[in-house]
């Protein structure tokens, strides 16, 4: 069993420590932590895609187990973690906090860098979280197979992971221009059992009619949602899971915020402001939701969701409701929004490419209790060899994105002439990635900013909902 300890180590001439604080993996989270038991305003309904009505459990039972769909849906404000749950989540968990000395060094600021670090786990992200717990509620119900998307890999391969543990069969549809870039992460996916397919694919209704229109279409989650969805629909023995927007993953990726809170205290600190990067949400909500919670609370904490300038929900998406995939077969949900059919540029922060945000983040951004920042990916690649080279860890395309926005933090508090304190989950590595940081070291990598116009030329083709 591992013990609580602090480990401190001297570095070079200066006597400078860096330090890891672990926990003993008797202290991984017990319950899982549901803001919006706290909220006070409940979120907008979520409506069915043809009748505009809001859903209840029959409508998503085609679609999730009954367990799943209750945690969706519930404002019950600690949910127990099932012990066969965190038994596998034993395996990487708790994962540890760092104070990034050799960072702050690097960049010569005064203020103070921690990052909570999720690579450790055996996909390398933290998208076995909600993988686990999926796959148990699934197998417990008698599912046979799950079907799924995937962009960059990170939730294909841990969902591969998780259902391996469990005697599940899974169907991944990964999205074309991350199935040529990466192809390890597939041949982790196979490793693990999973079937893997370059989304849109002509199995499915959905990936045939986007390939009707766009034969050389290079796919995007959207599109791979759709075509999850229609097999899980479609298959009596299936159920879909995704990794990320929904309430229930937001809800079981809280174990990082929750043990990031314990270890901070372990440090004798308390963040000034925390960061995740941003796609669907899941990350920046696992570690930010508990510390929203302490913000409501009276705590002066500000929490910061980094963001791809190529696919800006959050900082240019209309808060609006939409559908979850390209095509209209999911539910509608009130998000902030690029657009359904939206199609991204095929940058290198893969899991990031998703045209709307999770509704319980953009409602979190929408009361002003999270802010939201846009980055161009080289300005992200810059900031991941750095830490790479004062840290010792290559952070994926994805969790760049935290990186460049935590320096760019310790940089502004330099300039106003203060110390901050910084917390960031770092949240996964870059191993699966290596093609990326090649093209960024040969000054490949082309920066793209998604034009606002766009965004507004999207809007026409959001659902028509009257409430």
Request: glycine share 8%.
């Amino acid at each position: 069993m591992r013990v609580l300890v602090a480990l401190a180590d001297h570095l070079g001439q200066e006597g400078t420590l860096t330090t890891k604080y672990l926990l003993p993996e008797s202290e991984i989270p017990r319950h899982w932590y549901n803001i919006l038991a706290d909220l006070g305003s409940p979120p907008a309904p979520v409506l069915h895609p043809g009748t505009k009505e809001a859903v209840g459990p029959s409508d998503l039972a085609p679609l999730f187990p009954m367990a799943i769909i209750e945690q969706e849906m519930s404002a019950q404000r600690e949910i127990a973690i099932p012990d066969e749950v965190r038994d596998v989540l034993g395996l990487w968990r708790p994962t540890p906090l760092f104070r990034a000395h050799a960072l702050e060094r690097a960049i010569g600021t005064r203020s103070h860098v921690y990052y909570k670090y999720e690579g450790v786990s055996p996909s390398g992200s933290h998208k076995p979280n909600t993988a686990v717990a999926q796959a148990y509620y699934n197998a417990r119900e008698g599912v046979k197979r799950l079907a799924t998307e995937t962009g960059a890999g990170q939730w294909g391969s841990s969902l591969s992971f998780a259902a391996a543990r469990f005697g599940l069969h899974v169907t991944v549809y990964m999205v074309k221009v991350s199935h040529q870039q990466k192809p390890y992460r597939r041949s982790m996916m196979q490793v693990w059992g999973a079937e893997v397919f370059a989304s849109p694919s002509t199995r499915t209704n959905a990936g045939r009619k986007i390939l009707e229109l766009t034969p050389e279409s290079q796919g995007s989650l959207g599109i791979a949602i759709s075509e999850a969805v229609e097999d899980a629909a479609t298959h009596d023995d299936t159920k879909y899971a995704l990794g990320s927007v929904l309430n229930h993953v937001c809800l079981h990726q809280t174990v990082i915020g929750l043990e990031a809170q314990r270890q901070m205290e372990m440090a004798g600190e308390y963040p000034d402001v925390v960061i995740g990067c941003h796609g669907g949400g899941s990350n920046f909500a696992g570690i930010a939701i508990p510390f929203v919670r302490d913000k409501m609370n009276g705590k002066k904490v500000r929490l910061v969701a980094s963001e791809p300038a190529s696919c800006p929900s959050l900082t240019k998406g209309v808060y609006a409701f939409d559908y979850g995939d390209a095509v209209g077969m999911t539910p509608i949900v009130k998000m902030h929004t690029l657009g359904h059919d939206f199609m991204p540029p095929g940058i290198h922060a893969g899991g990031l490419r998703y045209h709307g945000a999770a509704p319980l983040v953009s409602k979190l951004l929408d009361m002003g209790l999270v802010e939201a920042v846009a980055y161009p990916q080289r300005a992200c690649f810059e900031a991941a060899v750095t830490f790479a080279r004062a840290e010792g860890i290559v952070p994926a395309p994805e969790s760049s994105h935290a990186v460049r926005a935590a320096i760019d933090e310790a940089k502004k508090a330099d300039a106003e002439g203060t110390t901050r304190v910084v917390l960031f989950n770092l949240s996964g590595h870059g191993h699966f990635d290596l093609g990326a940081y090649d093209a960024y070291l040969a000054g490949q990598l082309e920066d793209y900013e998604y034009p606002s116009e766009a965004v507004a030329s999207a809007m026409a083709q959001l659902p028509k909902i009257a409430l």
